[in-house]
């Protein structure tokens, strides 16, 4: 058995406890207060953060993207691409209509931060904190292919549906989708259909010398996508937390959007829809994210409420602590009953 998870005449077997859901997440929180503690004793200046933003957006995490995408024999078949695809956008798609029908409810409106809180509780944190979890939780570098997939369509969500329902209109939404992750995925897919991955292939039955190193440029750069990224999200919560006062109402809504409505709805798909084992277990992990990180930027750039986007933001992420183990527990024992 290895990282717990045991195969069994041929079929995945989940013996995953509590315990080690809880040991995937803290590592992930660690490292976001690592980054408040940085950003507190001026060694992470605001200063650096713009720089150091598109360095992993556009470099690191693209990286990342190819490293597990390039020799994944899942994201060579069509039926996983277009179900990964599908899913990721009609997912966010829906959260973002479950969230506005919530803000509603608990008496925004347009001018008072209603598109905004539909945006950012509409959207999981589909990249930093999910890959972790992943590895440790299934060990899976194919399910990690399978989740960049699943984040293209997240990605055309949100920067295609996303950003015109907070900016009113399809200003700047075709310009944003031409970014370092969607770039890597369609890449990634293109090498993988035209058998371009295996001069990157590693190994002595693998590519030629120059593919090979360029392979393991890749894959170091990849590795500091994840640790980066949760730092920088740690300082800009820090940054934002200091500034808003908290809201109730605001805290409750995202709560019940991230907590309860979406997680048994992506559950559900998860359990019943006939897709590959590992798109399930991308789809149990999904769930369980708190709200992204992104959507607070949207706002200050293109006309909304930043201090809802970092209110939905801190409490989710706070309440994650506990709320993401005890998702993955019962996402767990409800989609492929497994013991925990």
Known sequence: MEHGVELLEGRQEFVITF??????????????MLGVVLRKIRILTPETDAGLFKMVVHCFYPCLILDKTLSN?????????????????????????????????????????????????????????????????????????????????????????????????????LKALINGPIVAVVLGLGLAYSGGWQFFEPGEDGGPFVGQILRQSISWCGA????????????????????????????????????????????????????????????????AMPAAVTPVILARNYGGSPGVAVQVVLATSIAGLVTTPLIVSIGLRFVFGAGS
């Open 19 to 32: 315990s080690t859901i809880l040991q995937a997440v803290l590592p992930i929180y660690f490292l976001v």
């Open 73 to 173: 024999d899942l994201v060579r078949q069509p039926g996983v691409v277009a179900s990964g695809i599908a899913l990721g956008f009609g997912i966010v798609v829906c959260g973002f209509l479950i969230a506005g029908l919530v803000g509603r409810g608990i008496g925004l409106q347009k001018g008072t931060g209603l598109r905004t809180f539909g945006l950012s509780a509409g959207i999981q944190n589909y990249g930093y904190m999910a890959i972790p979890l992943l590895l440790v939780l299934f060990a899976g570098e194919k399910t990690l292919g399978v989740l960049f997939v699943h984040s293209l369509g997240v990605e055309l969500a949100l920067w295609g549906v996303g950003l015109m329902i907070l900016a009113g209109g399809m200003k700047g939404s």
């Open 224 to 287: 500091a996508a994840v640790p980066l990224g949760l730092m920088l999200i740690g300082a800009v919560m820090f940054d934002f937390a200091l500034k808003e006062r908290p809201s109730l109402k605001i805290g409750f809504g995202a709560l019940l959007v991230r907590v309860v409505l979406i997680p048994a709805g992506i559950l559900c798909l998860a359990r019943y829809l006939p897709v590959v084992i590992e798109l399930k277990q991308v789809l149990v992990v999904q769930a």
